[in-house]
């Protein structure tokens, strides 16, 4: 059992197996990486969900609290990083980490609403982190940078992609109304029955989330526009409105 957590916690992927994650999306195109958000590392939780919670159900209960400890480490330290990047792309990628091991506090909490909550927050990951994917795929057809400090005030020559993208950092933090806060309530509400520590504990990196979440939509889209890097401009066209 230990053996198979090792091998499915890289693809979580959990601290610290999670450096590829980051690299992996950067050197990716748009396109890779929106497959491996949306699809590919959710085979992690699933493969966790089928074999361990399936064939070592009992066997689960004794390694259960150190799973969640590694789980609410790996959920801070992502966080925290997040907030030191200036690629655009890393900072989705360590946001995809937080949310895949915030989903793993509700798949052991040993309760069904725990579960569900996870199950969703997984598919409104999915849906979440590819969006931000594809806007910054989108800025980077345009730029050709992904660096934070060469973009600001996006949103006086691009508010229709301003308003679209600011929909998905919403739910990226799981703002009352989207899809990732159903995930999150139930997952959060699933897991008190197990451990209220552990809960409370999250808590401080669903904070982290919300920063670092609005600190890239305001260095995006407000501020000064940097007139010497970004000269010529055009909204969203026709075929990136209907992706």
């Known amino acids: 059992m230990v053996i198979i957590i090792l091998g499915f916690s890289v693809k979580v992927p959990i601290v610290p197996f999670h450096l590829w994650l980051p690299e992996a999306h950067v050197e990716a195109p748009t396109t890779g990486s929106i497959i491996l958000a949306g699809i590919l590392l959710k085979l992690g939780s699933y493969a966790i969900l089928r074999f361990l919670l399936g064939t070592f159900s009992i066997m689960c209960y004794d390694l259960i609290f150190f799973v969640l400890i590694i789980a609410l480490f790996s959920l801070t330290q992502s966080s925290i990083v997040a907030l030191c990047q200036i690629d655009i792309k890393k900072i989705i990628a360590y946001s995809s980490v937080a ?14 609403l725990g579960i569900a909550g996870c199950f969703i927050m997984i598919f409104s990951h999915a849906i979440t982190s590819s969006a931000l994917f594809l806007g910054i795929g989108v800025l980077y057809d345009r730029y050709k940078t992904r660096l934070i400090f060469y973009y600001g005030g996006l949103v006086a020559f691009m508010p229709i992609f301003s308003v679209i993208y600011f929909i998905f950092i919403l739910s990226n933090f799981g703002f009352p109304g989207t899809f990732n806060f159903i995930g999150e309530f139930l997952l959060t509400y699933g897991a008190f029955s197990f451990s209220f520590i552990i809960v409370f504990l999250t808590t401080f990196s669903l904070i982290l989330s919300l920063i670092y979440s609005l600190f890239l939509y305001n260095k995006l889209f407000y501020g000064c526009i940097k007139i010497f890097f970004i000269r010529y401009y055009s909204d969203v066209t026709r075929l990136e409105f209907f992706y």
């Open 99 to 112: 949310h895949m091991n915030y989903s793993l506090v509700g798949l052991f909490s040993q309760n069904l």
